[in-house]
Nanobody
C-alpha cells in the first residue's frame, strides 16, 4: 500500500490542524492505520492508531485528549485532528499501515511520506 500524508503547516500554539493520509494500491479497509512523528534530533514516536472499522483507537499519552484519529474507508483516507497544539508537537508526521494494532504502534509494515507540522509559541 502507498501512503501520502498532507495537511501540515505552521500554526500558533493552541491552534488546530487536520492531517490526511490517502492510501492506494491495497485494500484500505483491511489495514490498521496509524500516525507517527519525528521531531528534529529525535526518534520516531508513535502518535495514534485506528483499527479496521474505526471502533478501536489508541493514543500516545502525550496527545491523549488533544488528538483524534479517524478513517473513511470509502475514501481510503485516515485523518488526524490535532487540537490545542503545543510547540513540542512540532515534527514531521507520517502515516503508517499494518495488520494489527501491535504492529502499527511499534514497527509498521508500510510508511508514507511525511508532512511537516510547526507549532510556534
Amino acid at each position: 500500500v502507498q501512503l501520502q500524508a498532507s495537511g501540515g503547516g505552521l500554526v500558533q500554539a493552541g491552534g488546530s490542524l487536520r492531517l490526511s493520509c490517502a492510501a492506494s494500491g491495497g485494500t484500505f479497509s483491511s489495514y490498521v492505520m496509524g500516525w507517527f512523528r519525528q521531531a528534529p534530533g529525535k526518534e520516531h514516536e508513535f502518535v495514534a492508531a485506528i483499527g479496521w472499522s474505526g471502533l478501536i483507537t489508541k493514543y500516545a499519552d502525550s496527545v491523549k485528549g488533544r488528538f483524534t484519529i479517524s478513517r473513511d474507508n470509502a475514501k481510503n483516507t485516515v485523518y488526524l485532528q490535532m487540537n490545542s497544539l503545543k510547540p513540542e508537537d512540532t515534527a514531521v508526521y507520517y502515516c503508517a499501515a499494518g495488520s494489527s494494532i501491535v504492529e502499527v504502534t511499534t514497527t509498521p509494515g508500510s510508511w508514507g511520506q511525511g508532512t511537516l507540522v510547526t507549532v510556534s509559541s
